[in-house]
């Protein structure tokens, strides 16, 4: 985890020192002189006095343009092209440009020696006429409207110019490396600290769960222990329940056994007396019937 999170910082400051570089050396201030930028989507370039717009050359008619939409540069006539061929360069001036008093033309540089406005129209007008941009150069050269710029081939200024932008890149490595560090550093100690942070929030969430664990616990103790009295107490009822109804049980059974011993006995009482009464009976008719004059009359009704 330390190592992509260093990976990723280094990546960052490296894309940030190129892009400062970057900017520097190509961005900045405009060198152009009479630039009015109003946005590439409107007319396909850039605002100037002369201009290229699909490698073709431009001028404006007015000295400033109050609308900016591309249906009012081309319908209003507020330019003019220029006619020539511009030798697959992309320029409108067949790769010619003028900044603060030079020309540059063909990877050399030459001093004006006119008016800016002069030379241009001299130039607009050769290459109308001979469509070959060397040709016009040379003869507004032999007209004398500009000169050749003498380059000295200094060892010394290139060799300050080499040590000075060796130092400046040591400088801006230096910078780098430290800036480097410090991310390091910072890494480092954001990963000790979360690391930290981590393990603390780990012991924290433990003891909040061993507290919880000991809650949950006790609470189930405590309800275990009440069902377990509960419980208890059911038994001891029921058995009490038991115990009353087995004694009345009991009880009933002695009272029914007692009556049917008694209706028993008294079954038998009564079955002797009943037997006793019949011999008394069948004794009394034998005797009857052993009396004469009793025969008599029993035969006579």
Known sequence: MKRGLFTILLILVV??????????????????????????????????????????????????????????????????????????????????????????????????????????SLWETCNQSYHNSNVCFVQLGSRHLYTSIQVHNNKQILGNLKNHLHHHVQEHKKIALEHIKNITETTENHTNNIEDAANSHVEKVKEEADKHIYDINKVSLNHLQRLKEAADEQIKRLNELSKQNLHNAEKQHKQHTSEREYQHKRHLSEQEAINKLHEDTMQLIKDLKSHPKLTYLIKKS
Do not use: P, T
Not at 53 to 66: D, I, P, Q, S
């Open 15 to 120: 894309l940030v020192v190129a892009a400062e570089s970057y900017g520097r050396r190509y961005g900045g201030r405009n060198r152009y002189r009479h630039v009015r930028r109003y946005g590439r989507k409107y007319y396909g370039g850039r605002h100037l006095h002369r201009y290229s717009h699909k490698h073709f050359g431009h001028r404006h008619r007015y000295r400033h343009v109050r609308r900016y939409g591309r249906k009012y540069y081309g319908g209003r006539h507020l330019h003019r092209q220029f006619h020539g061929h511009n030798h697959g360069h992309g320029h409108a001036f067949y790769n010619l440009q003028i900044r603060h008093g030079i020309i540059y033309f063909g990877g050399n540089r030459y001093r004006l020696s006119c008016s800016r406005r002069r030379f241009l």
